[in-house]
């Protein structure tokens, strides 16, 4: 059934009735999808879109350090056992998120700091930056580790974290949970037990129960793979290598510094699952990127969102036309959709990125896509 325009309906009183009606629309809570501004272009879109959106944003590591000295100071385990910086990107504040489904946060323990086991629904890595002892127990392997280890905390996986031996450490972690918890679908748990006698029991430490290099020895080789153990290790929901040390990587960056690479990204190596040769989680990816002395990459824009962290060197960043300095263990957020260009500001040393993505959510739901553009400034599909 159609309902006549009353005639004496005139341009004044329309405008009054329309006003009248997204007023009681926003009243119940409503969206006039077909609301626009005059003059404007598809504004119809640009309304629907008009929410908290993440924006370009660098976090210098010479303000984190000395607030978590501060923290270390005025916090201690007894008081919280989670003494973490989170870095809240200003264009989703108050929303605990660096870019829209990811976190960074950096962490400071003191000497022999362990806190009890945990776990919960959203993904994590711990990354070292500074000191050798940093310690995270991961269903029963207890990793310590050290600057440019990765040390995986996956969904529905028991760990704890900490430090061991007589000097403070740092670490920086990136977690899934902004995604997570737009589905509606975080938990955690800190009830922790173990069988002991044939009763279940409440503990506050892991029993090791694998040898401290078991990620290395079972599945450190590439291309060779045990049929002797059992892969899908606590949930079984991620890849079984708990940690992937940094002199692997390292060597792997040198062996092909001296590539031509990638104009976009330079030399880009990513982790993964060896059991499947995929992302080490489901929803969100790491790598590292290595840009030669004084490498500049071509634009590029893709619609994942990316968390980076300078491991090494010192340069600067095009975003969107603006520019973004940055220094070691600093961390940089580009939200989906932003035109990057990386630039080494050195002449001598290489900068390596440390690097987080939400490709794999994109993949999975038939999102993800990528361009650039040559060196003539045409533009490119590359995904």
Known sequence: MSLAQPADLTVTNKKAALKGLYDA??????????????GVDHDEIKQLMATSKAIPFVWSYADIEPLLQRAAELVTMDDSERRSLILVNPG???KRASVSTMYTAY??????EIMPPHKHSPSAIRFGLTGK???????????????????????DAWHNH???GGEQAVNLSVLDLPLV??????????????MVDGKEVEKKVQTARFPSDYSQRIYGEGGLMPRFVDHKRGGGLSSPMYVYRWEKMEAILDAHKDWEGDPHEGIVIDYVDPTTGGPV?????FYVQMLRPSEKTLPQRETASLLLAPFRGNGHSMIDGKRYDWNQFDTIAIPGGCWVEHVNGSSTEPVIFFGATDAPTQRALLLYKRWGRNPAGDLLRIV
Do not use: Q
């Open 133 to 155: 002892g940093n310690f995270t127990g991961v269903e029963g392997e207890d990793v310590v580790f050290g600057p440019g280890d990765m040390v995986l905390t996956p969904n």
């Open 107 to 112: 962490r400071l323990n003191d000497p022999d």
């Open 181 to 194: 918890e737009t589905l509606h679908a975080v938990h955690f748990d800190h009830k922790y037990t173990e």
């Open 25 to 38: 629309l926003y009243e119940k809570n409503m969206f006039p999808f077909w609301a626009t501004s005059e």
């Open 281 to 285: 989680f489901r929803t969100i990816n």
């Open 92 to 94: 989703l504040a108050p």
């Open 162 to 164: 900490g430090t061991v």
